[in-house]
Nanobody
Framework: VQLQASGGGLVQAGGSLRLSCAAS????????MGWYRQAPGKQRDLVAT???????NYADSVKGRFIVSRDNVKNTVYLQMNSLKPEDTAIYFC????????????WGQGTQVTVSS
């Protein structure tokens, strides 16, 4: 499974961005998909995940501002980020847990999101 993220960039505080991440797979079943982020000097933290059936999980810091969604036909996960804050500045990594005989986690290459004050 290969993940290709896009949509990062520079935005002013209060603005919006939409991230996309497309998964290329052969026979694997994609289970959870989602996003993590890593700010300079900090660990990688959960932002939001979504199950194959559409159940979502959000970090407290983004609840009410970010929306995660997925298209199971296109094998793509999205992150709509609204009311962005400077503290949202980080590299955003897309993620999926896939299964084909065994379960394994996969990560995308990361996309930079910078929010200016």
């Amino acid at each position: 499974v290969q993940l290709q993220a896009s949509g990062g960039g520079l935005v002013q505080a209060g603005g919006s961005l939409r991230l996309s991440c497309a998964a290329s797979r052969s026979k694997e079943r994609l289970n959870d998909m989602g996003w993590y982020r890593q700010a300079p000097g900090k660990q990688r933290d959960l932002v939001a995940t979504i199950s194959r059936s559409g159940s979502t999980n959000y970090a407290d810091s983004v609840k009410g501002r970010f929306i995660v969604s997925r298209d199971n036909v296109k094998n793509t996960v999205y992150l709509q980020m609204n009311s962005l804050k400077p503290e949202d500045t980080a590299i955003y990594f897309c993620y999926t847990n896939a299964w084909w005989g065994s379960s394994r986690d996969y990560w995308g290459q990361g996309t930079q999101v910078t929010v200016s004050s």
